[in-house]
């Protein structure tokens, strides 16, 4: 059965949690689908330890800092999150609303979509080998979803940020379902992490408990059809082959603008053309803000989506409930609004 | 607009621009990478991606870097699309600091 809601929200960037607010405090519900495990978008992604300093009354903070505030902010609207799924259909029904549907597999019926899709949906960065595709799901993980079902054996990390840190630090710390041994493989000896997450490690390889080598993975070998080693060179020039079972390639993901140019909207520059007073695309009852858009003047900033998010919940708000009126009412001094809020402020 | 390659990109060619560009806008050439203006969205993702600090959109590129408006679209034309990360080149951290690296470039 699919999912009825008021609307979708493709996209849990800054903006796309900041439309849930507003939307919210319309009184639209809402869901939000995202490519990526996490909420964020490219603030988590891509500038999650960068500071960010032009968010209004917030002089500096990181794109983690930012989505946790935003998410705390959504809290009391209970949106319901589709994390690792990319929307994959999108079609208009008889009646008004819109068939939506997953990668996954999970359908909605909804009464509007709203695209904060940024730069597109992020998608697992591959190792490129010669014959290591066909040992993906088998032997191949490209997430460390499975991390914990590798006791006993060996296994290898490729990457060098905090995912594949983690990863490392997670499988040695798993106790009695520790894997054999773990390699972790970056192409320099400059991990990307946070300082705890680093500090954990170096005692980890201190204790011998995780191996570290800097180098390029550059082949595999196989042994009966199953992936058995992995051919790595150094940054010392040599070539070393490391013995394996299980290989997780954790480099991050990238962003590749799919889908979206596949729904039948306007486009300019490969980005959705809307108007700038309800930032509806050229299909009513699909909006898009955010790095997306492409309208007169338009600048990619986090303040100029939460902008557009705002006028396109009234839109939204409009569309969802046709017979009301909507006046302006100030979260400040809204009766209404801390119902919504679940707050219950004393007015001096 | 769009973006562009400046010269600190020539002998250098680290490539960690091309794993994050969201429409594969980059071209490959020997010893430097271009960025084809009629593929480039202006998303700026690439920018804080690059070691030497080489990309940077149309209306900032400096004044005596006006000439790699016009090269990155014509070098963009001739070349093809890389869409993955490789390691740079094998001297690329002895020529990162370096200026004045048209000379170099390779076609």
């Known amino acids: ?348 | 607009m769009t973006h562009v390659v400046l010269e600190s990109c020539i002998r250098c060619k680290y490539t960690d621009c091309v794993d994050v560009c969201p429409v594969d806008c980059f071209r490959e050439g020997p010893n430097f990478l271009t960025i084809d203006p009629d593929e480039c969205i202006d998303c700026a993702v690439c920018i804080p991606e690059c070691p030497v600090n080489a990309i940077v959109p149309e209306e900032d590129v400096p004044g005596n870097q006006q000439h790699m408006i016009a090269l990155n679209a014509e070098l963009a034309k001739g070349w093809p699309a890389i869409t993955r990360r490789k390691p740079a080149l094998p001297d690329a951290d002895e020529w990162k600091d370096r200026t004045g690296k048209l000379d170099e470039l390779k076609r």
């Open chain 1, 1 to 348: 059965m699919p999912i009825e809601t008021d609307a979708i929200v493709v996209g849990a960037g800054p903006v796309g949690l900041f439309q849930t607010f507003y939307l919210g405090l319309q009184e639209v519900r809402a869901h939000v689908v995202d490519s990526l495990p996490h909420p964020g978008g490219q603030c988590f992604e891509l500038y999650a330890d960068k500071p960010i300093y032009d968010i209004p009354a917030l002089p500096l903070c990181t794109g983690r800092e930012l989505t946790e505030r935003l998410l705390r902010q959504i809290e009391p609207f209970a949106t319901g999150f589709h994390l690792e799924q990319q929307v994959s259909e999108l079609q208009p029904r008889d009646d008004d609303r819109f068939d939506v549907a997953t990668s996954t597999g999970t359908r909605f019926v909804a009464k509007a979509v709203v695209i904060a899709g940024g730069v597109g949906a992020f998608q697992p960065r591959r190792l490129k080998l010669d014959g290591l595709d066909p040992h993906r799901g088998t032997q191949l993980f490209e997430h460390a979803g499975t991390l914990h079902e590798h006791a006993g054996r060996r296994i290898v990390i490729v990457g060098g940020g905090e995912a594949a840190v983690m990863a490392a630090i997670d499988a040695a710390d798993a106790g009695a379902s520790a894997p054999a041994s773990i390699t972790l493989i970056h192409r320099r000896d400059d991990l990307d992490a946070t300082a705890t997450a680093l500090e954990r490690l170096r005692e980890l390889r201190a204790a011998g408990r995780v191996a570290f080598l800097a180098g390029q993975p550059e082949s595999i070998v196989e042994d009966g059809g199953r992936l058995a080693a992995l051919g790595v060179l150094c940054t010392d020039g040599t070539t070393r082959t490391v013995p394996l079972d299980t290989l997780f390639v954790l480099l991050g993901w990238s962003p590749k603008l799919g889908p979206i140019a596949d729904w039948g909207l306007a486009l300019e520059r490969k980005q959705l053309v809307v108007d700038t007073q309800r930032f509806e695309t050229s299909t009513p009852g699909i909006f898009a803000v955010g790095d997306v858009t492409i309208y007169p003047g338009k600048q990619k900033l986090i303040v100029c989506g939460f902008h557009e998010a705002t006028l396109a919940a009234f839109a939204i708000g409009e569309r969802v409930w046709p017979d009301r009126a909507q006046p302006l009412q100030y979260t400040t001094t809204s009766t209404k609004l801390h119902k919504l809020l679940g707050v219950s402020p004393t007015l001096p």
